[in-house]
C-alpha cells in the first residue's frame, strides 16, 4: 500500500490480474457476438455464466451487496448497473455490458456497449465518442503522472465533440485484491492533480456520457441507474497497468497495443 491505501501489485500479481482481464475480454467479446434481437437479458447472463466458469474463473459481480447477475446489463436510457432479467431486447436498442472476473483472488472489470440492429448516427456517434474517451484517458497516463490527467484527457475529447453530458456521480477506480479500490478516477478534472500514478497500481477508466443531461435516478431495484430526461447512454471500460515499458491494458484481449500504438502510446505488456 501507499498513499490513500492505494494498492501496489507485484510483477507477478499482475500477470493473475491479466488472467482475469483475459477472462474478461473473452466473455465481452462473446457476448457482443451473439446478442441479438429478441435475447432477454438474462439470456446473455447465463452465457456469460458459463463462459467465465469454463475459463476457470468466478465472477466478481455475483452476489455483490446483492447483485443477482454475473453482468450488468444497461439498455437505452439505463446507464451502469441494469440487473438481467425478462427484458427483451429489440431491434434498434443499445446495451451496455458491464463484466467482471476473479482467478486467484485477483480481479478485471470491463465494459462494453452494443448497438443491436440499425441505430440513429446519434447514437452510434456517442457509442465512438465514448469509447474513444476512454482510450484517450488511459493514453494520458504515464509513470510519474496523476490521476486527474486520466480525467482531464476524458473530459476534453468528450467536451470538443459535441454536446454530450458525462453522467455525474460515476467514477473509474482502483482495482486488484477487490473489485473497487482506491483511488477513485473520475470523468473530469484537471491535469496534475490527484493520487500519483506508480508502477504497481491498477486502475479501472469507465466513461458514461448521455446524449441529454448528466443526472441520473436509480430505479426500485435500487440498482439501475437511468438519465433522468430518458435521453440514452453509453459506458466503456478497460482496466489497466503502467509497467516501465509503457501501458498495458489488462481486459483488451491484444493488451490494447494496436489502440495505443495509433494514439502514439508505447505498449508495456506482453
Same mark, same amino acid.
Given at each position: ?8 501489485? /507485484? ?9 482475469? *482481464? ?133 473530459? /476534453? ?69 437511468? /438519465? ?39 505498449? *508495456?505488456?506482453?
Amino acid at each position: 500500500m501507499f498513499d490513500r491505501g492505494i494498492e501496489i501489485k /507485484t510483477p507477478a500479481q499482475i500477470e493473475v490480474m491479466r488472467e482475469a *482481464g483475459l477472462v474478461v475480454g473473452k466473455t465481452l467479446e462473446l457476448l457482443r457476438n451473439t446478442v441479438k434481437a429478441g435475447m432477454t437479458t438474462r439470456e446473455l447472463d447465463a452465457i456469460a455464466y458459463e463462459h467465465i466458469r469454463s475459463l476457470g474463473a468466478s465472477s466478481n459481480f455475483l452476489g455483490y451487496h446483492g447483485f443477482t447477475g454475473v453482468v450488468c446489463t444497461s439498455v437505452n436510457e439505463q446507464v451502469v448497473h441494469g440487473i438481467p432479467g425478462d427484458r427483451i431486447l429489440g431491434d434498434g436498442d443499445v446495451v451496455s455490458i458491464d463484466c467482471g472476473a476473479i482467478v486467484d483472488g485477483w480481479h478485471g472489470d470491463a465494459a462494453t456497449t452494443v448497438a443491436i440492429g440499425e441505430v440513429p448516427d446519434e447514437v452510434r456517434e456517442l457509442m465512438r465518442v465514448t469509447e474513444e474517451s476512454l482510450w484517450r484517458g488511459i493514453a494520458a497516463a504515464s509513470l510519474g503522472g496523476r490521476v486527474g490527467d486520466i480525467s482531464n484527457a476524458v473530459e /476534453t475529447h468528450i467536451d470538443s465533440q459535441g454536446s454530450y453530458c458525462i453522467v455525474e456521480g460515476y467514477t473509474g477506480h482502483g482495482i486488484g485484491s477487490a473489485m473497487h479500490m482506491q483511488p477513485s478516477v473520475p470523468n473530469q478534472g484537471r491535469r496534475g492533480r490527484g493520487p500519483k500514478l506508480v508502477k504497481g497500481m491498477a486502475l479501472a477508466v469507465e466513461p458514461m456520457v448521455a446524449l441529454g443531461t448528466a443526472d441520473t435516478y436509480t430505479l426500485e431495484d435500487d440498482w439501475t441507474v437511468v /438519465t433522468a430526461d430518458g435521453s440514452w447512454a453509453a459506458h466503456y471500460e478497460h482496466t489497466f497497468t503502467l509497467t516501465d515499458e509503457g501501458t498495458w491494458v489488462l481486459t483488451a484481449l491484444d493488451g490494447g497495443e494496436a489502440k495505443l500504438a495509433e494514439l502514439g502510446v508505447r505498449f *508495456g505488456g506482453h
